[in-house]
Every structure is written in C-alpha cells, then in structure tokens.
C-alpha cells in the first residue's frame, strides 16, 4: 500500500492541490461503488448510482437494499458496503465542504467592497516598525496591508525584522554597502567555525551548527582571531579598507580591535 501512495505521489500527486485530489477520490469512490452495484448486484447504471451516493451521502441509511432473495446479506458483501461507507462518508464530507468554500468564497471575491480604513490604531502597530519616527513609509503601508489581508503574520514580520537588526548595526532602517559586506563575512565566519567544530574537534555537524548560530559576534570575532581567519588592524589608521569595521552585532557594544578581514581558508 505505501508503495502505491509513494508511486501515486510521484506521478501525479505532487503535481495536485489537496482540494483536487480531494475531489478526485471523490470521482474514483463513486465509480467504485457503481462497479460494485453493476458487477455484484447486476443493477442498472442509475441504480448503481444512487447507490454509491446515497451510500455515502447518509451512510447507507438510504442506500439501495443490498439483501439478497433470502433476505440475508452476504459476508462478502456486508464487508464491502461497510468499508465503502466507512472511508466513503468522510470523503463525500470532505469534498462538499470544499466545493462550498469555494463557491461562498468565489460569491464573497465578487462583491464590491470599500477600502479598508486605517485606523489609529493601525497606524501605530508599524509607524516605528523600521525606524522609530512616528511616520509609515511605504515599506511599513505595505506590511500594515499585508497584515490585514491576512497574508502574513504578526510573528512572521517579528521575525523578519529581527533579522533586519542583525545587519542594520547602526540602527538607521536602512542598510548600506558596508553593512551587507560585513553580514557575509559574518556567515562566512560562522560557516567556517562549524566545519572547523565539525571537523578538528569531532563535534556533530548539526551540533556544530547550533552552537556557532548562538555565539554573538563578538565570541565569534575572538575565536576567529585565535584561529588566524581575522586580521587586527588599528582602527585609527586612516589607510585600512573603507568596509572594515568593529565584528558587533550593535553599534553600542563593546567590541575587541578587530576588523572583518578574513584570512584565505586553507586548502
């Protein structure tokens, strides 16, 4: 059995929406209990029919009698008509109850409707989502838009802009060249303090990669100086390079004389 899902999937399924293969064992439970009703009991096609809708529609409660001449039912076909109901009665469920989303949500798609309004209270969840400034810039309308319509979540955008503050050092709400720079020589420190974990001190990789994801910037800059991947530079000395700048994740931190100059990794 789980070789026919596995085929199914990888021909067709995975291809297809839940709502249609949903309706599509719809279509294939029906044309089974017509087979049934035709073959076994040598009924008509309507009857056969009503039958595998009735069936499923009422759990055979107004299903054609399945009895034969002696008034008794046959094992075999007692045992089909109850596993037909059984796994029958939630798929007829199922598919409804889709057709009926569908058709209340098309029937609610189509009415006009006024724009939304923006109230105050709105206004304030991300006036001071990127910089604290009491004003909505685009950036933060859309958000507050995509919010409404419900396309994304609250935690969704928490999140997001918790991983904006890690590259926005300065806290500006916006990112600049430098900043981008210094964010990929941070992952590619990270990157290689977990091979090296992974590797020379026989951690698991995906320890490795849960530890070097917890040390902050400034663990990370001291035990890549250790490791001879950064170079220090005085950062007084007006000649060093234009995008090297203090390893913190945030301007007021305290951070050790070191600048993101990271040594070539050995071969």
């Known amino acids: 059995m789980d070789y026919i899902f596995e085929l199914w999937h990888a021909a067709i399924g995975q291809y297809m929406s839940f709502e249609s293969k949903a309706m599509i064992m719809l279509v294939l439970w029906i044309l089974m209990g017509i087979i049934f009703g035709m073959a076994s009991q040598k009924w008509t096609f309507v009857r056969s029919l009503y039958f595998a809708v009735a069936a499923m529609s009422t759990a055979g409660l107004q299903a054609v009698d399945v009895r034969g001449s002696d008034g008794n039912i046959d094992d075999s076909v007692a045992w089909f008509v109850a596993i037909f109901c059984v ?52 950036g933060e309308f859309f958000i507050l838009e995509m919010l409404r319509r419900g396309t994304v979540k609250k935690a969704d955008i928490d999140a997001v802009k918790l991983a904006y ?28 303090y977990a091979a090296y974990l992974n590797l020379h001190e026989g951690m698991e990789h995906d320890n490795a990669v849960d530890w070097v994801t917890q040390m902050d910037t400034e ?15 005085d950062l007084d000395d007006p000649n060093r390079p234009s995008d090297s700048r203090p390893l913190t994740p945030h301007a007021n931190r305290a951070a050790p004389d070191v600048a993101i100059e990271v040594a070539p990794e050995e071969s």
């Open 219 to 233: 663990a990370l800059a001291k035990k890549a100086l250790k490791l001879g991947w950064l170079c220090k530079v």
């Open 87 to 138: 796994v029958g009665v939630p798929i007829f469920g199922l598919a409804v109850g889709i057709a009926a989303n569908t058709f209340v949500s098309k029937l609610v798609q189509g009415r006009r409707q006024l724009p939304p309004d923006l109230s105050e209270e709105d206004f304030n969840e991300v006036a001071n989502l990127s910089v604290d400034d009491n004003i909505v810039e685009f």
């Open 165 to 192: 503050d890690v590259i926005d050092v300065d806290n500006s709400g916006t990112l600049t060249p430098r900043e981008v720079r210094r964010f990929h020589k941070i992952c590619a420190l990270r990157r290689r």
